[in-house]
């Protein structure tokens, strides 16, 4: 039968033999078999007879919830969306990644969390939910994971509990329905997690290498993060396994060597295959996928020194262009909203947890597995607390399994052990701590739902009262307490994730909650989101965002939407380390108008300089999708842009590959001026989308960028659609 805690005995092989842990059965075991349906419906036999309809409710509604209007994000991270359009068109983009089905140059990631999406695509066609729906099921199967892993050991309404704060958390409910590497980074990380958990609770070594091979893979979702958790996972297993030590230590090699493989097969192929037949390694300065792994991707994501990023850390606690570092990271303005409601209850729960199982044995489940996701959850707060590069807020996204099993799992004990002073008042602190952190994150935005920062103060102090005395009063007055503090600490999250799931996502910066939740916020519709204004897809609104960008800068934005999905946006800002808050060092200031896709299309396209290129993209009249689809199939690439997210836009609304000069940030040093002088003496290239459009990173850029740039504004003629510029390589000045 499965406990709930380990329980201390005294038999054994003698009398001071440490205490024992019942083993775990097999589902079924010693039953009769029953049909597939059957066990499906009804879960274990010794389950209460709601448990498995709870669970697959649970994934219902989570599954529910995350499609909710999921195509108002449109293409979402149009950056990702063009490799993905890409990957549906050819299998050599497929396989490498690449911004283009010309093969230019990859995204600055492995490709493995495009894959799902390409295929979707390829399968049901280009479309906002066949881009994001593989999102949305790697949510479910995250919730689907986590759930099993708590349950496994304790309560089904254990796992209930965690599976619950896993989907409603704001930043997963973001990620899960949005199409950066996140959401299988985060998946993978849950499943490396459970099979290390049965590992240690067995002492198999299949589970292990499975442990292994999913991080390997997540490995090739987003490189070195993938890495974060190994310390905690190796060593919860080579000090609580229940076999021999030898056996421990060969298993982790065994599992070291599956790692290897499963993430390293990718990286050989590309490292060993010609550079000159596969595209150049975006991110990178030398076109090597190992450079791009430990430098831009790798340590330089630790230490703020990242070549050919956007701009600095924030080392030392000073804020830098991705906020400021330090112990209480996860809980500041720009961050606590999206994943820190419930981490203080978290953090109360796994100290309990630990408390309560110190005086079991070496190789207990139940305390391998507090080890297992609280440690994964410790080292991967501090990790990103004091990270001095590139750090956004949807990062996070990563805690939410762990932090989800560690409560379900401290709440299944404390609760069991409620009858003891000391548990009943560490449980009734964590409902108290979850009360009063949610109504300090609420009153970080006053006007939205005023009277719910009181309810739930008011709610959870009630029900950490009720449980302090658990152990003491009726069953029944302690189970609605034990309700009504439940409710009241997944209030706030909720009502932040229902705000979320209402509203759509565009570009490569995005903020779970309402408008105003973080400072750091990406485009929304109808308005400016956070620093800078950026502009969000259209609707039949109008509404301003102003803002004050990190370090010195300053900007401010405004959006008008208009018709079905028509958006105009313009913003401007300038000053040094204004980044996001505006423009690029310098000023830059544009114009767009965009018929798009159902809800809105991409805001704001920005001039020379502007953040809008380098992070949302172009804005693409019907006058121009119209130039660069003429005679496109004589072209390899339909148009050339500065900046990935440009060349994104012109690529999803036309069809045809473009080709991203320098990758995202137009600071890679692909092509160089001489390939793209003979892309064009090849007749390769049709139209060059001029920097005054969109730019990116062009307007400040001494590099290949600036040199293509000028070499073409020098020699070709120019074509001008609406407020957009572009040039005819096939038609040089005078000709």
Known sequence: MTTHLDQPTAWGPSPTAAP????????????????????????????????????????????????????????ANSFYSAAVQAGSQSWKAFFFGSLDAGNAITVDKPPASLWPMALSVRIFGLSSWAILAPEVLMGVGTVAVVYASVRRRFSPAAGLIAGAVLALTPVAALMFRFNNPDAMLALLMAVACYFTARAVEDGRTK?????????????????????????????????????????????????????????????????????SSRPYIGGSQNNSFLELTFGYNGLGRLNGEETGSVGGGGGGGNAGQ??????????????????????????????????ATRKLRRTSTTRGLFL????????????????????????TVALAPYMAAVIGMGAATLWEKRAEIWASITLAASVAAAAGWSYVLLNR??????????????????????????????RRLALAAASVGLVAALAGPTAYTVSTLREGHTGSIVTAGPAGASMMGGGRPGGGGGRGGFGGPGGQNQQNGTGNGTGNGNGNGNTQ???????????????????????????????????????????????????????????????????????????TWAAAAIGAQNAASYQLATGEAVMAIGGFNGTDPSPTLAQFEQY??????HYFVSSGSGGGMA??????SSQITSWVEANFKEVTVGSATFYDLTQKTGS
């Open 20 to 75: 024992q842990e019942p083993a775990v059965p097999a589902p079924g075991a010693g039953e009769p078999q029953q049909p597939l349906t059957r066990r499906l419906w009804r879960g274990r036999p010794e389950d209460p007879r709601w448990a498995r309809p709870a669970f697959l409710g649970l994934l219902a509604a989570t599954l529910l919830l995350y499609l909710f209007d999921l195509s108002a994000s449109g293409y």
């Open 322 to 355: 991705w906020g400021e570092t330090g112990w209480d990271r996860m809980f500041n303005s720009e961050i606590g909203g999206q994943i820190s409601w419930l981490l203080p209850a978290g953090l109360v729960l796994l100290a309990g947890g630990l408390v």
């Open 680 to 685: 064009v003496a090849d007749g390769r290239i």
């Open 561 to 635: 939407n208009q018709g079905q999905g028509q958006n105009q946006g313009q913003g401007q800002g300038g000053g040094t380390g204004g980044f996001p808050g505006g423009a690029m060092p310098g000023q830059g200031q544009g114009q767009g108008q965009r018929n798009g896709m159902p809800g809105g299309g991409t805001g704001g396209g920005m001039g020379r300089g502007g953040v809008g290129g380098l992070l949302n993209g172009a804005s693409v009249t019907d006058e121009a999708r119209k130039l660069l689809e003429s005679d496109s199939g004589k072209y």
């Open 207 to 275: 589970w292990l290498v499975w442990a292994g091979v999913a991080i390997g893979f997540a490995f090739l979702a987003k490189t070195l993060q993938a890495f974060l958790i190994l310390p905690p996972l190796a060593l919860v297993h080579a000090v609580c396994a229940p076999v021999p030590v030898r056996k421990r230590l060969g298993q982790l090699a065994v599992a070291t060597g599956a790692l290897i493989v499963s993430g390293g097969w990718w990286v050989a192929i590309v490292e060993l295959w010609p550079a």
């Open 445 to 474: 935005t006053p006007d939205y739902l005023p009277w719910l920062k009181w309810l739930i103060l008011v709610g959870g102090l009630t029900a950490a009262l009720g449980l302090t005395f658990a152990g003491r009063i009726d």
């Open 699 to 704: 307007g400040r850029s001494t590099g290949t």
């Open 372 to 395: 297992v996701w609280g440690g994964s959850l410790l080292i991967t707060v501090i990790v990103f607390s004091y990270m001095a590069g590139i750090f956004h807020q949807y990062y």
